[in-house]
């Protein structure tokens, strides 16, 4: 199947109805009804042909360490967590020479607001997971690998489980891999609901058993990572795109989005739309479509703002959303993130001062407090926000906003402290006579919805 007739499969087979009510196009999601997970499932759907095809169990030659992650390169695949790196370049990275242990790490910490489709992925479709791992860890030459969950999804946690006691028993996982002479050990660990450990290397020490605080860089993890060893870490959907990857080519993967931002991307909507959930779409869909998708705003009502990529991604007012495509590069072009690809949708009935409030708490109350710029600083921010939206503003806290975040961001040892600062400096840009009303006139300009 080619390139040109896979991207029609894709636009043809329209929306499905699944996972309770969530609506998808299909590819990572494709044919699932949330009880057909299981191993004997995923193998009629074509799991694991991929890494028959990588380990040359499937009557081919086999691919090589290099040619495995050269496709994933030409697949311009990248990063589904939120940065967007490309995974092929970060593949490269490891140390394939390594002589002592090397890791694998999957952040299934899925804490940003708004976000729930690393979840979803494990629990309908955990295999895919499993597979894109063991592809992963044979390009790198990585033996042991750990899948970390948020720990607030413990249903998820033991599901996994599950799906990696069948990939043991059928040859999948362990020693010498369905005959080969590579072989991978998968575990999974769970976390404990802290925000701060879906940071990658907050996650690691949280692996070690040590409190979740993210460690200086450099050094990098890929020099320095799980237990002081070379190490690679990942997104959930990042893994789970790779065996599609493997076996349609990386091209045909490519095409399927767009220009250095190929396939496709899961887009978890929520707020006030019609039908929230989770909706895998072509990179590149416009938001108009996707929204469409998503049955449109809430009983009618108009679209005031979008948060675009997770509640630590830059809002963004009407009339710049609706000229963007959903992809990283537009999203970025158009002042903020595609990041976890959480789509917070906030209608006319939204106090935007009331919303930052929400925010600016969330990420008060999970800093680590390990800089001082961000343990300070965000409780600045929100007792400022606070203060404004219960009519106590002061014409002055804008400008102490703006200058407080400002003096967070960069300067701190993860990205938290951008997760605080860039939503009110963002709120301030487009929704400026929303604080100012709130500050003049003690109320909110918003009427109440009914």
């Not at 002081?228 to 349609?248: D, L, Y």
């Not at 091209?251 to 989770?278: H, M, R, W």
């Not at 959303?321 to 903020?336: E, F, P, R």
């Not at 219960?390 to 951008?418: F, H, K, P, W, Y």
Request: charged share 20%; glycine share 12%; hydrophobic share 35%.
């Amino acid at each position: 199947m080619n390139a040109d007739s896979l991207l029609a499969q894709f636009q043809a087979t329209g929306v499905q109805t699944c996972f309770h009510g969530r609506h998808i196009n299909p590819q990572i999601f494709a044919g699932l009804d949330g009880s057909n997970w299981h191993l004997k499932d995923y193998e009629a759907r074509g799991g694991y042909q991929a890494l028959r095809k990588v380990l040359g169990q499937d009557g081919g030659p086999g691919l090589t360490q290099d040619q495995v992650i050269a496709v994933v390169k030409e697949s311009s695949l990248r990063g589904r967590g939120g940065a967007g790196f490309p995974t092929g370049l970060k593949w490269s990275f490891m140390p394939r020479q390594f002589p002592g242990q090397k890791y694998l790490v999957c952040n299934s910490d899925e804490g940003e607001p708004g976000t729930c489709k690393d979840r979803d992925i494990m629990e309908f479709n955990p295999h895919t997971v499993i597979e894109g791992m063991i592809i992963a860890a044979y390009a790198m030459g990585i033996t042991v690998g750990y899948n970390y969950i948020h720990g607030e999804i413990f249903h998820t946690y033991r599901r996994f489980e599950q799906a990696l006691g069948e990939a043991r028993a059928a040859g999948l996982l362990g020693d010498n891999i369905l005959g080969s002479n590579f072989s991978f050990q998968l575990h999974a660990a769970h976390g404990f609901g802290a925000y701060i450990c879906g940071e990658e290397t907050g996650l690691l020490e949280s692996l070690e058993g040590k409190k979740g605080q993210p460690r200086f860089k450099p050094p990098f993890p890929a020099s320095f990572g799980l237990y002081g060893k070379p190490t690679t870490i990942n997104n959930t959907e990042t893994f789970a795109a790779v065996p599609w990857i493997i076996r349609h080519g990386g091209q045909a993967y490519l095409e399927c989005g767009k220009p250095n931002n190929g396939g496709t991307k899961i887009f978890s909507v929520s707020g006030d739309v019609e039908l929230p959930g989770n909706y895998e779409v072509p990179m590149g869909t416009s938001f108009a479509k996707l929204l469409e998708l998503a049955g449109g705003v809430r009983a009618g009502r108009r679209l005031k703002a979008v948060i675009p990529g997770g509640s630590s991604s830059p809002v963004l007012p009407t009339d710049i959303i609706m000229d963007c495509t959903m992809d990283y590069d537009s999203i970025a072009k158009a002042g903020s993130m595609l990041g976890s690809g959480a789509v917070i949708v906030m209608d006319d009935s939204r106090c935007m001062v009331k919303s930052l409030q929400r925010l600016s708490y969330f990420y008060m109350h999970e800093s680590c407090g390990q800089c001082t710029p961000c343990r300070e600083g965000t409780g600045w921010l929100s007792r400022v926000v606070d203060r404004i939206e219960n009519g106590l503003g002061r014409e002055s806290d804008m400008a102490l906003l703006n200058s407080v975040a400002e003096n967070i961001q960069g300067r701190t040892i993860c990205a938290l402290g951008d997760a605080a600062a860039m939503p009110v400096r963002a709120m301030l840009k487009h929704f400026m006579h929303e604080f100012e009303y709130h500050v003049v006139h003690k109320t909110c300009m918003v009427p109440a919805y009914v």
